[in-house]
């Protein structure tokens, strides 16, 4: 019986055509070679030095090691103590060289004391922007 068919047809136990049926068989067959082929792969460039095993692992860096370096913007004047924004978090900071950092200008996290950051203004400071989340989409 042709009636505009494709010829490639899974048909089910009750002997209707369901494209769903084909679909999800394709689906599952693309799963099974992308993983099988993708574990051989991995396996071929260890085994050859193209690869160490953990080469694809970065570990995530958190607590004190995670704010070094990071830039902030000063939201209460650093007179040497005062309050600084670093991304989305609000922290207090204290200055290290200078007497007095004002509000708006940008700063760079040097070191931790407990849960204050130590700060020094950034060498060519350009006020920015706290980086905030995007609103969420309705």
Known sequence: MRDGTPLLIIRGRMGSRDPNVLALAVASAWL???????????????AHGSLTPGEFYTPSISGAEGMLGRRALVRKACSPEGTIEV???????????????PSGQTVVVRDMDGLCLLVEREPH????????PAPPVR
């Open 125 to 132: 400071n350009n006020a920015i922007e706290p980086t905030r």
């Open 87 to 101: 991304g989305p978090e609000r922290w207090n900071a204290r200055s290290l060289r200078e007497s007095t950092i």
């Open 32 to 46: 099974a070679m992308s993983m099988l082929l993708h574990s051989r792969l991995r396996r071929y460039e260890i």
